[in-house]
């Protein structure tokens, strides 16, 4: 999904990630911004990425406040909690794809991104946008070992057509097929067409935004081409066939010749001009690919299925640590290929080591129309005694499409001093006397085989308790529910009634909601005045805003209120009045004006009821 932004704002954006990282540390919180280059063509993709560090308070959706020249496709966000020396760090990395629309400079940023009650700005990025590289030739050839498909304009009056191709028709389970679809509009359209999307069955799909668009002539017709482009990955071996893409159009009708028609100069359309058009169905035909089976030959015991080029890295946060205390090594895998469907890699145990895994986190991208990324792997490591640990390599299998061969790869091993008093993990061995065993084992009770403390129970018959209960406990029911209907019957034919008995507890409720005593904040002066209000409107069936202090007066004194009750009651709503608008005195506590609202609401509820 797109959407469009003002020109100052969306070039800001991608600035603010293309000039590198901009890290902003302001209470424990961390914000990291990058763009994948600055200096791009109209229409080319831009992968900016938000990373929010945070000790695990909530984080929010990063907010631009003007990204008018660019196109925005979001590609989703990904978490990672950490645990690093008994303290929790949890990150949020948001993704978007950018692509502008016209030339010039632009600046994105700041975004803000709110971080549990604080809000937070990037810094601004500047980057320049260069005029679009308009294509005149034939659309790229995405592999040199892919089929030749050249279009040709197919026989028919109207110069609209659609294809459907891949880069390859031939693959191993996993590893990526390109398939693109492309729309050729030689003539006007009356109305946009309707794309309907191919199935796929038996691949997993991936979509690769943006769409691109060019131009390019064909047996000397000028075509708009807009061309749509999806990351397939089979699933299992076999042959495959990828249904119909489908397109809907309305073109004009009027456009062909009648020849030596006298009337011609009136068009075909029998309304003289007035186009009603005409709707093309279109469909490509199926396209079909040949998916491999893994080689047997040569495959690792850690192979897990993952196809493409990748490269594999290990580093650790720390090089010394205490006794029991976690050390975390953190495992990225790179390169391109279905980087979702990658596995943990694989390690020797250490003696001494206890071992957890911290979970996996991931970043996906389809810059170049390529699927590529990275895959991080957190493993705790906590030490039981001290001296030098050695953290054996880690590895991880693949396998290479280009040579039809496995590769393993494989980190540095890892080294680490633990530091201080060796501790014990082990659970303790139950020693016991025979005494205690002799105890012990008087507490067993043993099955009895023999049945002689077994009892025979009469049968009831159908008027047993059994019979009561099934007769009894429905009767009940139905009573309980048409008492329970006709009280709410009476309750809904007398809402005022109903708003007076509430009343009282509405407005405690109201004072409470944020009552410094339950760990909250002290309610403001607004919040104990509109309580006050609310429940004299509630009790009295009269509007609470705007109600004059006479008129309180004298619907409090009717309904028989002491005068001290009255007085002390509207004392409080001036005051919490002077405070909402004026500075309070030094001398003004807002607990005590919340604590003095209950007791005058407990002492008018007292006397009115």
Known sequence: MSMRVRPTQMVVLAAVLMTGWVTLAFAGTTINTSVDRNNVAAGEPINLTIEVISDGSSISQPRFDDLGAFDVISSGSTRNIQLINGRMNASLTFSYTLVP???????????????????FLTDPVTINVSPARIRRDEPDKPNESAPSRTPSRPSGEHRVFITADLDRDTAFVNQPITYIFRFYQGERLLSNPEYSKPSFPGFWVEDLPPQKKYTTVIEGVRYDVTEIRYALFPTDAGTKT???TRLKATVSSGRRSRGNDPFSIF???????????????LATKPVRVVVLPHPAEGRPLDFNGLVGSFSLSAESDLSTVAVGDPLTVTV???????????????????????????????????AGYKISGKKSFDQVFVPQ???????????????????????????????????GAATDFTIPSLRLSQDELSDLAADVRFIHTDGSGLRRHSDPGIF???????????????????????????????????????????????????????????????????????????????????????????????AGVPDPHVSEYLSLLDECDRNRYARPSASTSITDAADRAKRVLSNLEGINS
């Open 242 to 244: 990828i249904g119909e």
């Open 464 to 558: 047993g308790w059994p019979f009561w209960i099934g007769h009894v406990l429905p009767l009940a029911g139905l009573v309980g529910f048409i008492v329970w209907r006709r009280h709410t019957l009476n309750v809904a034919a007398d809402p005022v009634g109903q708003k007076r008995r509430r009343a009282y507890r509405v407005a405690v409720e109201q004072l409470s909601v944020q009552n410094g005593g339950q760990g909250g904040t002290p309610p403001a002066y607004e919040t104990i005045a509109e309580a006050l209000l609310r429940y004299y409107g509630d009790r009295f069936n009269r509007p609470s805003s705007g109600a004059r202090r006479q008129d309180i007066r004298a619907d409090l004194l009717s």
């Open 267 to 281: 068009g075909n359309d029998p309304f003289f001009g007035f186009d009603r058009g005409e709707a093309l169905n």
């Open 385 to 419: 005694r001290p001296g030098t640990y050695r953290i054996p390599p880690f590895t991880m299998s693949f396998l290479d499409p280009s040579t039809r061969r496995y590769r393993t790869l494989q980190t540095e091993p890892i080294e680490f001093n633990a530091t």
């Open 332 to 366: 990225t895998l790179s390169g391109e290929g279905n980087i979702k469907a990658a596995t943990a890699p694989v390690f020797d145990s250490v003696p001494g080591l206890r071992t957890f895994s911290a979970g996996s986190s991931e970043e996906v991208s389809t």
């Open 101 to 119: 629309r016209d030339e010039g400079k632009y600046t994105i940023g700041p975004a803000k991104v709110k971080v549990g009650d604080t809000d």
